[in-house]
C-alpha cells in the first residue's frame, strides 16, 4: 500500500517549521527519520496533508552539556549516541541501550525526538529516558515548555504534544557516580519490537530509585520512588530485596489482566534490577 497524496514542504529553519505546522491547523505531519511515520504513511495508518520535512534543521542537531545535565536535539539520531559523537553524562547507560534499538540501518536514521514524538509503548527511549530523569522541551509559535518523559508519553501512541508543536531537546540529568543502572528487553527476535522492557536506576549510597516498566499497552509504569519494590527500603542488598509480587500487583492495578504477560514483565524487570552495574 502506498500513502494517501499528500503536500510536501522543507522548511529552512526551525521558525518556519513552526509557521507550518500552525498554518496546517493540526493536519500536518512531520518527518525526520522516517523510521516510525514512514511505516504509518504506506499503511494509511495517519492521512495528512501536509508533511513538513524537519531533517535538514541544524537547530535540531545540536548535542552538548549545560551544567549537570545533557541537552540533545530531536534530530540527533540513535547512531549518533551508539558512536560516541554525542557527549555522554549517563555513563554509558545511552550508548547501551541506542546500539539495541532495531538495525543498524534504523538507528543512523531514526532520532531520538521521533522516536519520543510517536510515544509507541514499545520504544527504547520511552522507557529508558524515564527511568533516567530526563525531560523534553517543547516548541511551538507560542513559546516553549519543559515536561518530564513521563508526563509527556501519556499513553500508547499518544504524547503531551498540541497542535502546532514539536519536540526541540531533551534534557538528560548526570548519572551520580555511585547509581547503578540496569536495561533489559524481550523481544522475539534481535531487531524486533519489545514486548516487555525493565529499566532501573538505583543509588543504594542516597537510598533512592526509580524503575521503569515499559512495552505495556499504554504508558510506562514509573516508580520514581521505587523503594516498594525493595522491601520497603533501597540500600546495598536491593537485588537481593526485589519482590517480583509487588511487580506483579502494579501490573494489575495497570490492567494487564493475562498472568502469562504480567510474568514476561515481571522477569525482564528482574533481570534489569540484576544487571544493573556502576
Known sequence: MKPAPFSYERP????????????GSGAAKIIAGGQSLGPMLNLRLVQPELIVDISGLGELKRAEISGSELVLGALVTH?????????????GAMRA??????????RNRGTIGG????????????????ALGARVTLRSLRGS???????????????????????????????????????AKSCRKTGEFAHAIGAVL????????RVVIGAIDR?????????ELFGGRIAADYKQRFDAN??????????????????????????AVLEATA
Open 12 to 23: 529552512r529553519d526551525l521558525g518556519a517549521a513552526l509557521s507550518m505546522l500552525a498554518a
Open 97 to 106: 541501550v541506542a546500539a539495541n534499538i532495531a538495525y543498524r540501518a534504523v
Open 115 to 130: 522516536s519520543l514524538s510517536h510515544a509507541d509503548p514499545a520504544a527504547d527511549w520511552v522507557s529508558a529516558l524515564a
Open 145 to 183: 515548555r519543559t515536561l518530564a518523559v513521563e508526563a509527556f508519553v501519556v499513553g500508547a501512541l499518544e504524547s503531551a504534544l498540541q497542535a502546532g508543536e514539536i519536540v526541540e531537546a531533551i534534557h538528560v540529568p548526570q548519572r551520580s557516580i555511585m547509581a547503578q543502572w540496569g536495561y
Open 219 to 227: 504508558a510506562p509504569l514509573v516508580l520514581a520512588d521505587a523503594a
Open 79 to 91: 547512531a549518533d549516541i551508539e558512536d560516541g559523537r554525542t557527549a555522554d553524562v549517563t555513563r
Open 246 to 271: 509487588f511487580a506483579d500487583r502494579l501490573l494489575v492495578q495497570a490492567g494487564i489482566d493475562d498472568a502469562a504477560q504480567r510474568h514476561i514483565h515481571v522477569s525482564v524487570l528482574k533481570r
Open 202 to 209: 538505583i543509588d543504594p549510597a542516597s537510598a533512592s530509585g
